[in-house]
Nanobody, 123 residues
Framework: VQLQASGGGLVQAGGSLRLSCAASGRTFSSYHMGWFRQAPGKEREFVAA????????YYADSLKGRFAISRDNAKNTMYLQMNSLKPEDTAVYYC?????????????????WGQGTQVTVSS
């Protein structure tokens, strides 16, 4: 599966952005999906994950309540709604896919990656 992340940009603190991850191929609905981010000088970190059906979601503890992950299998697209953004949310955001749930919970295990989209939050 090929992934294309989009929707990043420059936003003021307190603002919102919605990222999208478009997938190619007919097997999108068979993959668990995840979002990760990498800030300058830092390691890539887990943000959120969603099961193939969308029935299960999981978030990094620090992001619960501000970020929401969702997917539309009919459109082969996953989303990340980001609210109440903070300067520390500034990073390149990547989408990823894996057939195993454990795979999308860690940046070390995902089989497929998108190219990343830059999110910059100004103070």
């Amino acid at each position: 599966v090929q992934l294309q992340a989009s929707g990043g940009g420059l936003v003021q603190a307190g603002g919102s952005l919605r990222l999208s991850c478009a997938a190619s191929g007919r097997t999108f609905s068979s993959y668990h999906m995840g979002w990760f981010r990498q800030a300058p000088g830092k390691e890539r970190e887990f943000v959120a994950a969603i099961s193939w059906s969308g029935s299960t979601t999981y978030y990094a503890d620090s992001l619960k309540g501000r970020f929401a992950i969702s997917r539309d299998n009919a459109k082969n697209t996953m989303y990340l709604q980001m609210n109440s953004l903070k300067p520390e949310d500034t990073a390149v955001y990547y989408c990823a896919a894996d057939r195993n749930w454990v795979g999308v919970l860690s940046p070390d295990n995902c089989d497929y990656w998108g190219q990343g989209t830059q999110v910059t939050v100004s103070s």
